[in-house]
C-alpha cells in the first residue's frame, strides 16, 4: 500500500454522457518509469487532467502517497508534489529560462515571498544547475520565445523538476523534436527516473522503447493492458487497436 | 559546406550586476531631474509667459497619470483589462471633497442639504469630519472594494472579456447609485471643494493650488518608485507569467487568485490618490465626471497610446492625450473627438505597443542604424552573426 505512489479506483469521466474515461484502474510504484500508450481519443490526457486536478471525476478514487487528491485544486496538487508537462510547451514566453526555472523552483508560493523577491543563493545554484542539466547555460537570460521548439521543450522539463515534485507527469514530450532531440529527451527522463516516479504519455514508439520499462494501453477510457514493451506488442488485441494500424500506416 | 556557428560567451554575473546597477542610478537621476523640472521650471515658465491657466491643468493631468500607472500595472503587466477604475477615482475623489464640504461649514451640515429637507448629517458623513481618516480612507477604501470584488471575480476564475464586462457593469451601478441619491451625497450636482478652507487657506487659492500641484508631482514619483520595484522583482516576473499563460501559473503550484486581487488593489489605491487629487484641483466632482463608462474607458486609451507594461508610457501617453485633448478642443472644439479617435486607432495599428514601446523596440533600432550602427541583436548572437545570413544580408540589399 505505502509504496504505490499513485492508486486509481474505478475512475469515470463523462462529459455530457460521453465517458472520456470508464472504470479505470491503475497503479504506479514509487520510483516507477511508466509509460501510457493509446490511440487518439483513448482518454490519456483526461487522464492526466483529473491526476492534476483539472477536471474533476463523475465517480472513483485518486490516492497519491495514500491521501485523496480529488477535493484539492490544482495549485494545491502541485504544491502536492506532482509536476505535470503539457503537450505542446508551455513557458512563459516573455520571461527567460532563468525567470522561468526561478518562479517554478521558489518552495513559498505565496504572495509575500513574490514581494520579497530575492532568490536565496541555494535557488540560484539550483537553477543554473538545471540549466546546466538541460543545456540551456548560453540560452539563460534571452526571452524564452527565442528559443526553439526542442529548447522549449527541454525548458518545460527543466521547470518542471525545479519544483522538485514526487511525480512528473509527461505529456508527449517528444512531440515536433528531430531524432537527436528525442534521444537527448528519453536520456534526461532516464536520469531524472533516477530519483522521481514518472508516467509519460506517448506516440513515438521509437521512443517509448527507448525509455519503456513498464507499458500500459489505454484503449476507449480504460486500460487494455499492461506489461513490458515485448508483452504488449504481442499482446493481440493492442495490435487490433494500436500498432496494427501504425504498421499499416507505415 | 560547413556552417560555423559562434556562440556567445557566457558573461559573468558581477559584470552584469554591475550594467544593471549603473542602469538602476542612472533611472533614479532620471526621475528626480524629471521631478524637479515638474516642481520649480516648469511652473515658473509657464507663468512667466502668461499661461498660469497650464500649471493647474498640469497638476490635475498629473494626478491623472497616477490613475494610469495603476491601469497599467493591472492591464500591461497583468493582463486584465479593467474599465470600471472610475470607481475607485471616484471613492477618492468623494471622499476628500466630503471632508472639505465639512469645514466649509466648520464641520456643519453642508448647505445642499437643506435642499432635500435634510437637517441632520447623514452618520456615514461623520468620520470625514477628521483629517486623518480622510487621507486612510482615500486609498484604503478604494483598497477594500477592490478586494472584495476582486476575490469574488478572480475565485470564479472570471477572465478575459468577462472581467472587462462586469467591471463596466460595477461601474454603472455605481454611477446610478452616486447619481441618483440627491439626499446622501447631492447626486447629480456632485460635490464642490473650492470654497472649503484648507491649510488655513481657500482651497482655490493659488497657494493652496500651488501645495496640490507639488502633491500631484510628488505621489506621481512614489507611484512610479513603488510600481517599477513591484515590476522588477519576482512579483513582476508572477504578474506577466499570469498575464501570459494562467493555469501554467497554477499547475506550477500557485494560486494566481491572490496575485491578481494585488494587484486590482494596488491599483485601486492608486486610482484613489488620483481622485483626490484631481478633484481639489477641478474644484469639484460629480458622478457624470468620475464615474462615466467614456471616462473609464480614456484611462485605458492613455496606456495605450503611452505603451502597455511600460509604466513611463503611462505617464506620457496620460500627459499626451489630454494636452492634446486641452489645446485641440480649445482651437477646434467640433472635432476633438475625432482627432481622439484618430490617435487611438493610429496607436492600435500603427504601434501596437504604443509610442514608449515603439521607442524602446524598432525605434531605437531605427536611431542606431541612422547613426551607423549595427542593428541590435535580437536573437541569438549564433544566428544573427552567421556568416552564410551576414552574406545574405549584404547581398539582398541592393
Known sequence: ??????????????FDGFKAISDLNFSLDAGELRVVIGPNGAGKTTFMD?????????????????????????????????????????VYLKLTP???????????????????????????????????????TRRADIPAELLSHGEKQRLEIGMLVAQSPDLLLVDEPVAGLTD???????????????????????????????????????????????GSMDEVQNDPRVIEVYLGKEDEDH | MTVETIEPAVEPRALVRARQRRWFWLEVALVIVCALLLLLVIPAILNAVGQGVRVNQLGRFLALAIAALGIDLI??????????????????????????????????????????????????????????????????????????????????????????????????????????????????????????????????????????YALSVVFLVLGYAFCRWLTSGRMGRMLVAIRDDEP???????????????VFAVSAALAGIAGALFTVQSGIITPSSSLSTAFSIEMVIWVAVGGRATLVGAIFGTLLVNFARTLLSEQFPAVWLFFQGALFLSVVTILPNGIIGWLRGDGFALARSLFGGRHPIATYPSLETDPDVEYERQNSRD
Open chain 1, 1 to 14: 500500500m505505502s509504496d504505490k505512489i499513485l492508486e486509481i479506483e474505478h475512475l469515470t469521466v463523462s
Open chain 1, 50 to 90: 483529473v491526476i492534476t486536478g483539472k477536471t474533476k471525476p463523475t465517480a472513483g478514487k485518486v490516492h497519491f502517497k495514500g491521501k485523496d487528491i480529488l477535493p484539492y485544486r490544482e495549485h494545491e496538487i502541485a504544491q502536492m508534489g506532482i509536476g505535470r508537462k503539457f503537450q505542446t510547451p508551455r
Open chain 1, 98 to 136: 532563468r525567470e522561468n526555472l526561478e518562479l517554478s523552483c521558489v518552495r513559498q508560493k505565496n504572495l509575500w515571498s513574490a514581494l520579497r523577491g530575492k532568490a536565496s543563493s541555494e535557488e540560484r545554484r539550483t537553477v543554473s544547475d538545471l540549466l546546466e542539466t538541460i543545456g540551456l
Open chain 1, 180 to 226: 537527436e532531440e528525442t534521444e537527448a529527451v528519453g536520456n534526461l527522463l532516464l536520469q531524472l527516473a533516477e530519483t522521481h516516479s514518472i508516467m509519460v504519455i506517448e506516440h513515438d514508439m521509437e521512443f517509448v522503447r527507448q525509455i519503456a520499462r513498464k507499458v500500459t494501453v489505454l484503449h476507449q477510457g480504460t486500460v487494455l493492458c499492461e
Open chain 2, 75 to 212: 492591464w500591461g503587466y497583468t493582463g486584465l483589462l479593467s474599465l470600471g477604475h472610475g470607481i475607485f477615482f471616484a471613492l477618492g475623489g468623494y471622499a476628500l471633497a466630503m471632508h472639505l464640504e465639512l469645514q466649509a461649514k466648520g464641520g456643519g451640515t453642508p448647505d445642499f442639504f437643506s435642499l432635500y429637507g435634510v437637517t441632520e448629517l447623514p452618520a456615514f458623513w461623520q468620520p470625514f469630519n477628521s483629517l486623518p481618516f480622510t487621507i486612510i480612507a482615500i486609498w484604503l477604501i478604494p483598497t477594500l472594494v477592490a478586494i472584495a470584488l476582486g476575490y469574488l471575480v478572480f475565485r470564479n476564475r472570471i477572465r478575459g472579456v468577462y472581467f472587462s464586462i462586469l467591471t463596466q457593469a460595477a461601474l454603472i451601478v455605481f454611477f446610478n447609485f452616486f447619481n441618483g441619491q440627491q439626499k446622501l451625497i447631492n447626486g447629480t450636482n456632485g460635490l464642490k471643494t473650492s470654497t472649503s478652507p484648507i491649510f488655513g487657506v481657500q482651497a482655490s487659492d493659488p497657494r493652496a493650488q500651488a501645495i496640490f
Open chain 2, 248 to 262: 501554467r501559473v497554477r499547475f506550477s503550484g500557485y494560486n494566481p487568485t491572490w496575485f491578481k486581487v494585488f
